[in-house]
């Protein structure tokens, strides 16, 4: 495995303090920041827009901004979040009508391309796409609220989506995001995780750096 990427959510940060938490994070060696962008349609909760986006990429200029599209109909925002500073675009397979064409859209547009999977979506369902991604990100809770326990099978399903992406020598990254802590943390990056996306637990905590160099230790 490749050196573990850790990406703080800021689904969890004080958003009163975003541009220190941010930083602070950043200092401990995070190189990503996540975005988790929800609608309250596709998954019960409204989060964030393009503006989010802009305030993150300001407050990292130099970091990757990884934003997770948790909303129905992606492609009509993909330019509108590319242009606000995403680095990466990931939309849920549940959710892109039309999947191969939304992955060369983002190309297009010249950002990365991702896709999720649901915790009870089939890993067969990407077979057909797998050359054409650059991250699959496996959730291990439902979409939609930060703080879930993570779900136990999501370790299995992880090793299995590392087998694949490795059968057809992919070099997408292996993301993971629900209830991502040291101890689920261990146990993912075992199974060949590089990325883990962690938010309650890291900025939940008075000092997130702290809790950034625990993961990245897992590394």
């Known amino acids: 495995m490749s050196e573990l990427i850790v990406a703080p ?18 200092d401990a060696g995070a190189k990503w920041i996540h975005v988790d962008v929800m609608d309250g349609h596709f998954v019960p909760n409204i ?14 200029p130099q970091c990757t901004v990884d934003v997770h599209l948790m909303i129905s109909d992606p492609d009509r925002y993909l330019r509108d979040f590319k ?21 060369q859209r983002i190309h297009d547009l010249g950002a990365k391309a991702g896709v999720t ?17 650059d991250l699959l990100l496996v959730m291990t809770v ?10 136990p099978f999501g370790v299995t399903k992880v090793a299995k989506a590392r087998r694949l992406l490795d059968s057809v020598a992919s070099e997408a990254y292996l993301e993971v995001d629900g209830g991502v802590d040291e101890h689920t943390g261990e146990k993912l990056v075992r199974a060949g995780a590089d990325v883990l996306v962690a938010g309650s637990w890291v900025f939940g905590h008075p000092k997130p750096g702290e809790r950034v160099r625990k993961l990245l230790e897992l590394g």
């Open 142 to 151: 439902e979409p939609g609220f930060g703080g879930q326990p993570f779900i």
């Open 9 to 26: 959510s800021i689904l969890s940060a004080d958003l009163l303090k975003l541009h220190e938490q941010v930083r602070e994070v950043v």
């Open 47 to 60: 989060t964030f827009g393009p503006k989010m986006v802009e305030a993150v990429r300001k407050a990292a």
């Open 83 to 103: 242009n606000a500073g995403a680095d990466i675009l990931t939309v849920h397979q549940e959710a892109a009508v039309h999947l191969y064409r939304t992955i």
């Open 117 to 133: 999977l649901n915790p009870a979506t089939p890993l067969e369902l990407l077979n057909h796409v797998l050359g054409e991604i």
